[in-house]
């Protein structure tokens, strides 16, 4: 009884731990400027000709004399992120409520396999697809992940329901890149979804790639780098 008692009390204390430095993470960081998806037309969907936004990003695997590295709130987080991944040009991103929204990303980074193949699929867009290179899946080999763009909601939200998982293919490690190291043929995926009402979420990566407690520490926990605010106004 008591080992079963000490054996808890070590596995709340652990949680508990993780989800401070979480925690503490996030809430002493700056935000990044807002990028706004753009609305141009309108969009025939299952719920009706609605406004079409649309946004793109990228993601390198590093910062290069072509791409500036994220801001960082010190010195000592600049030493510590370099080098790490991230979403550029930002990771604070708004986009219209009642909208249709198609977000393009541009992926640079190797990659490798993802510990919950759950997120090799994906989930939350208009039809389950998204383009990979012009090509319409439902997924991707859960070995070939180079990050994802996962949103979610706040736990205590009493917000409408939004999720949204993109799994963005890895580049091979041999690919063929240009003087800064990015691949000259990234990956590109296309995909689209519905918004409801407004609401405020974030966003994050859970593709393990960043570094410290199971490659989640770092970059993944950071706004700016792999993680930020997702706003339907
Ligand atoms: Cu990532």
Sequence with gaps: MKRALVTLLAVVVGVAIVAGIAVFNSVRQAEPPTLAAEVSGTMDTPQGTLPHATLELAVYPNSSAKVPPPKTPSQFAANWLSGQPFYHPSTSLQVP???????????????????????????????????????????????????????????????????????????????????????????????????????????????????MYQEFGGPMQTRGWMAGTFEVV
């Design 97 to 211: 409520a009642n909208s249709a929204v198609t977000i393009t990303f541009i992926q640079y980074d190797s990659g490798g396999q993802i510990y919950n193949p759950y997120f090799a699929d994906v989930h939350g867009t208009m039809d389950g697809t998204m383009t990979v290179n012009g090509e319409s899946v439902t997924g991707i080999k859960p070995s070939e992940v180079g990050h994802t763009f996962t949103v979610h909601q706040y736990p205590e939200s009493t917000q409408p329901d939004f999720f949204l998982s993109v799994p963005l293919k890895m580049n091979k490690a041999n690919a063929k890149t240009d003087k800064d190291g990015y691949p000259v043929n990234p990956q590109k995926i296309e995909v689209t979804f519905i918004t409801g009402d407004p609401g405020t979420y974030v966003w994050n990566c859970e593709f393990p790639c960043g570094d």
